[in-house]
């Protein structure tokens, strides 16, 4: 099974911007591997950010924006806020229907 | 407006066997898949596989292949994850999710505590 990997931990100041990456044990991360990022907060549900690399949902804040940089996924967050510590996921899809998440990247906003 | 509505949380033995549900409401059951994760305490997201409520049609993680059954009740608009051969590091809150709306539809997660 593929190993996804994150970012243990990352920090960035407040109004700064930071680039949290995704890869893929299997080679480079593609579109086709429909990149997804997440948010956690302790308690709540996960709240899809970006779907399908760069695309967002209603309530995806601008400053977050997802891509593909050197054959991983990126998610990039500018013009960071305090409201934004949290820990980050990506998903990624597999063949045979199966996906499977990076072990989380812990942002903190300082 | 699209629901998903899981049971109670669950408190369990080593060896146990626990099966959570997810009852959705709002849109048309069989239309859409539902996806089960994790998180185990302290740890990350687990993908744990899908289901397809038309068909039955399910795909399981590897990881949880031989100890996952996910099914369905069709009459009632409802998905089930059951979990086999529990143990400890099975303590986690585990979550539905429905497909072709990215990820946009999670139920409020179900807590399953694997206790001695």
């Known amino acids: 099974q593929a190993v996804v990997t994150q970012e243990p931990s990352l920090t960035v100041s407040p109004g700064g911007t930071v680039t949290l990456t995704c890869g893929s044990s299997t080679g480079a991360v593609t579109s086709g591997h429909y990149p997804y990022w997440f948010q956690l907060k302790p308690g709540q549900a996960p709240r899809t950010l970006i779907y399908d690399t760069s695309n967002k949902h209603s309530w995806t804040p601008a400053r977050f924006s997802g891509s593909l940089l050197g054959g991983k996924a990126a998610l990039t967050l500018s013009g960071a806020q305090p409201e934004d510590e949290a820990e980050y996921y990506c998903l990624l899809s597999y063949s045979g229907a199966r996906s499977g998440f990076g072990g989380g990247t812990k942002l903190t906003v300082l | 407006q699209v629901q998903l509505v899981q049971s109670g949380a669950e408190v369990k033995k080593p060896g146990a066997s626990v099966k959570v549900s997810c009852k959705a409401s709002?849109?048309?059951?069989?239309?859409?898949?539902i996806f089960w994760v994790r998180q185990a305490t302290g740890q990350g997201l687990e993908w744990m596989g899908w289901m397809n409520p038309n068909s039955g049609n399910t795909g399981y993680a590897q990881k949880f292949q031989g100890r996952v059954t996910m099914t369905r009740d069709t009459s009632i608009s409802t998905a089930y994850m059951e979990l086999s051969s529990l143990r400890s590091e099975d303590t986690a809150v585990y979550y539905c999710?429905?497909?072709?709306?990215?990820?946009?539809?999670w139920g409020q997660g179900t807590l399953v505590t694997v206790s001695s």
């Open positions: 709002g849109y048309t059951f069989t239309s859409y898949d």
């Open positions: 999710a429905r497909g072709g709306s990215y990820y946009k539809y």
